[in-house]
């Protein structure tokens, strides 16, 4: 069988306003959607699953491990751009300052990192795991704009029109030899 990375956007989280997204954890329609998510990923038979430090990553990864039986490792340098201690804000507002994000990748839009050093730390970092463990399915549990500046870059697309496509939870599917998107799905 074939052997894909597949990067999984994490579910549905419960938004406490006043505390920062990073500390978020999942909803109870967040662990459902984890559910079916885990069950989804059944057809590519992953064999190593790892996941960003961030809670509602790390609550999805466990509901994935425990379906498919696997260990789970938490990695650094897989968390979401760095947005230090940003709250909730609107929805329209957020979408239009990650927007901007993605069209000034150089310039420090939010928080402590343009978007050029979050590919390039979350690039690094998957190199990393890919390297490590070759000739593997791996399951790497995520977040939107880290995948989308990933996948944007590998395969040539809109990174912003990419991110407004990724639900929560979503996952896609890449074949890193023939560096393609095979797959990608919403979970609803």
Known sequence: MKKYLILARHSLPK???GMPAREWNLSDEG???????????????????????????????????????LELRIIEGLHEHDRGELSYISVDRFQATVHDFFERPDELVFGSET?????????????????????KTIVIVTHGTVIALFVSRLIGISDKLFWNDLGLPSFVVIDMQDVALIKQENII
């Open 115 to 135: 978007a050029n050093q979050a590919h390039a730390r979350f690039n690094r970092t998957v190199q990393s795991v890919l390297n490590y463990l070759e000739n």
């Open 15 to 17: 938004i406490v306003e």
């Open 31 to 69: 662990r459902a959607r984890s559910q079916r998510l885990a069950e989804r990923l059944t057809k590519y038979k992953p064999d190593f699953l790892v996941s960003s430090v961030e809670l509602k990553a790390k609550e999805t990864a466990e509901i994935i491990a425990v379906k498919h039986g």
